[in-house]
């Protein structure tokens, strides 16, 4: 069988799924790893055992007598670059996109190239530290010069998967679009302060999306593809099997919503909001939203089992209850206090304590907290629609399994309609159809794709 091998790539799972010529899932691997510690002691992927575990998988698939792999692609998160040398090895740790900028590092950055209200406008990016991956690259410049002397290029984390098995250092939009603060969206340029800075020599030659190399494994030749940012990869399927405008929300540790069908480019209220520009895989702009919603989730978890004695997965099994529902429609200002996340309006995130104890149950606390983070979805949701007149939506990723945050989210959201898409829908998926672009026509796609979206959400 002629299969297509992808690498989905996430911060807690890694994946490794096949594809037939139909896109339907045909062998799939799941695995976790135990993060390890960078050089400064932050929490880090383990770099090393990502690599030995991505080359072992591919092995074991290319060896098995069932596949034929013709091509191979990756979807990772973004926010992420590996430092390579000149002979391909890693010149540091894979740092986490939440570990702290040191105070006052951002300071003299913007005295130069600010104001920051500016900056963040030309790059359509808020200002995150270590989320903009380009201030990663500016941090090890004065903070580790010994370490950035040794670098050769400077590969988003897709990339450098692709590096892994294709021996060539590229760069695509959709990872340099994705707050980095490296890209002038209206100049369609690297920004000035990267060329200031001497550090456009490291980045590798931009080439589009879907661009593939041929590389031979053994007897096999295969076409091994640039990578794909995780979210843009998700929103690829949906706009080549859709004829008319539509909103993206795909749901994860970070939740995505994507709008490209607008020109409209954020400004500073919308930055503050955690509300930006990535690019797909053709350049152009994408609006987008962004809300910690499944790690303010994993929080909560934690929190309400150990609140009311319950084990960690009891959160898994909540089913909706009606009477549960009817209470709470007495509660009109929020309770939850977020750990990860910020309301809008709020300058800082309060350090109030939730009153847990004005529930009854963990299952009444889980119905509220489902309440409040699918109000807080739909906020970050209108945010991506702007000015746009769009009313379709779908949503992927982790969240459409849980049945109570999609019926909250549609009673916010009257008027829309709501679909839900199965699983392997999303980036692993998108990868797969990048690495097909130039033999696959949109026709094909929207026969074989379009069945899979039939789940209507409903209140």
Known sequence: MDVTAIFDIG????KFFLFDSAFREVHRVYSRFEETKDDDGDACDDLQRLTEWMRDTFA???ADPRFNIRRLN??????SF?????GGKPVTPLYNYLKPMPEGMLQPFMEQYGPSAAWQAQTASPLMGMLNSGLQLYWLKYQK????AR???SLHFSQYCAYLFSGKALTEYTSL???TGLWHFKEKDYHRWVYKEDLDHLMPPLCPTTTATAVRFGEQEVMVGVGIHDSSAALLPYILANEEPFLLLSTGTWSIALNAFSTQLPDEDDLANDCLNFLRVDGMPVRAARLFLGNEYKIWAHKLAQHYGKPYETHRNVAFDPGIHQQLQSLTEPVFQWESIR???EATRHSMETPLSRFGSYEAAYHQLMRELAQAQCQSLKRAQGQSDIRKLYIDGGFVDNAIFLRYLAEALPGYSITTTESPLGSALGAAMAIHNRVVDPEFILDHFSPQLQKPITT
């Open 74 to 79: 990756f979807s990772t998160y973004g926010a």
């Open 82 to 86: 590996v430092h390579i040398d000149e």
């Open 11 to 14: 911060k807690t799972n890694k």
């Open 343 to 345: 309301r809008p309006g």
């Open 145 to 148: 010069p010994e370490e950035f």
């Open 151 to 153: 670098i050769r290029w």
């Open 60 to 62: 074991e698939a290319l």
């Open 177 to 179: 679009g994705c707050h």
